[in-house]
């Protein structure tokens, strides 16, 4: 419920869709009903799960995305199916080896309801799990209900829209890096524009917010994952998130990931340094127990991050200036432009473009979506 407002002299408390029991409780009750929750999807500070339990809605199963029904799974690990040991509800993974619930998994259930937290960014995946259960309720005739939340992101969009030959689970939908919309208003687009399979027989319903706007400037009450452990992670995370496909890391398994990056071999460049551990959050961290040296970002200037509206390319220059061999900057398995959403950024780097080029030729994609986004907006835009 937390939020901090700059943009507008006159703050509003800002509500998640979750606190508006008349919209949605009415479509849940008498039915069977799978949630899409993790441990962001709180009423105050009760789960979404024993709100609705006590308001005698019948859940009939969970189904967790990456991180799991708690929230507490490193990044990229597997997630077993389980019981939760305090409702007894059965728990499915829908990420690891699948994807989207499977029509077996549907059998018992006569509507699906989704409320996570997002922040905003298109390689964040919990957007990706929304598009395989969209996809899944189309195929399966089941309606949807989406609780909107507000996205701490949502005040601006850059980066370039994702192209085909980059899809996958860090970027299904052709959408800038940060597109600057609610998880509500993405399912929108993502039902308008036909981006999954049976789009037309979604039946598709959005709970808004209350009192949000794109002019204003969310702050998370909770945590969404286990490496954004506050807001200026949050924020850094769509400039940051680039190094996952280099040899940089950034700060995990240490207390301070996506606030600090850096490598052993920046050592005579900084004189900050970090050393990451094994820790439930990140058991395997890069460069695990060994010292790795560079910037410091723990007292950025959030204030300067939100009046730029843009991903900050400067921190991908300077580590790619200071790395010695250039040719192995970006890792083998070209992770880098899956998330980047094209081939044509890493490419550009090598070559020694500048940040003004490689904007410009962002630019007709994000006109593009700009004209699209328009028509799906919930919320009064920036």
Request: glycine share 6%; hydrophobic share 40%; charged share 20%.
């Amino acid at each position: 419920m937390a939020f901090r407002e700059s943009f507008s002299s006159e703050p509003k408390i800002i509500l998640p869709a979750a606190y508006k029991f008349n919209s949605y409780l009415p479509l849940l009750e008498g039915k069977r009903v799978a949630l899409i929750v993790n441990h962001s999807s709180l009423v105050g500070s009760v789960h979404l799960v024993d709100t609705l339990l006590k308001k005698s809605i019948k859940i009939v199963k969970i189904f967790a995305p990456e991180h799991g029904f708690r929230g507490d799974v490193e990044a990229g690990a597997a997630i077993d199916n389980q019981v939760d040991l305090k409702t007894r509800i059965p728990i499915i993974s829908i990420y690891g080896k699948k994807s989207k619930p499977s029509s077996e998994d549907l059998k018992n259930v006569d509507c699906i309801l989704f409320d996570i937290q997002d922040v905003g960014v298109r390689f964040f995946t919990y957007i990706s799990t929304l598009h395989y259960v969209m996809e899944a309720c189309a195929e399966n005739g089941l309606p949807l209900i989406v609780l909107d939340r507000p996205n701490p992101n949502g005040f601006y969009v850059d980066g370039p829209v994702l192209d085909s030959c980059c899809k996958s689970f860090v970027g299904i939908d052709p959408i800038p890096i940060v597109y600057g919309m609610t998880i509500g208003e993405l399912a929108k687009m993502i039902k308008g524009e036909a981006w999954i399979h049976d789009a037309n027989n979604l039946r598709l319903t959005i709970i808004p917010c209350v009192n949000y706007s794109h002019k204003q400037l969310y702050e998370l009450p909770v945590h969404p994952s286990p490496n954004l452990k506050n807001q200026t992670a949050v924020i850094l995370y769509p400039s940051l998130c680039f190094f996952e496909g280099t040899p940089i890391s950034i700060g995990r398994g240490t207390d301070w990931p996506f606030q600090i990056f850096g490598h052993p071999q920046f050592h005579n460049k900084y004189p900050f340094s970090f050393t990451p551990r094994s820790r439930i959050e990140s058991i395997n961290p890069p460069w695990i127990d060994q010292q790795c040296f560079g910037p410091d970002l723990r007292k950025v200037n959030l204030k300067k991050i939100y009046q730029s509206k843009k991903i900050n390319l400067t921190y991908l220059f300077e580590a790619f200036q200071v790395y010695p061999i250039k040719d192995s900057f970006f890792l083998k398995n070209l992770f880098f432009d899956k998330l980047a959403g094209t081939r044509t950024l890493r490419q550009q780097i090598l070559k020694g473009y500048s940040e003004s080029e490689i904007r410009k030729s962002w630019e007709p994609g994000i006109k593009k979506f700009m004209t699209k986004r328009k028509k799906y907006l919930l919320y009064d835009d920036f």
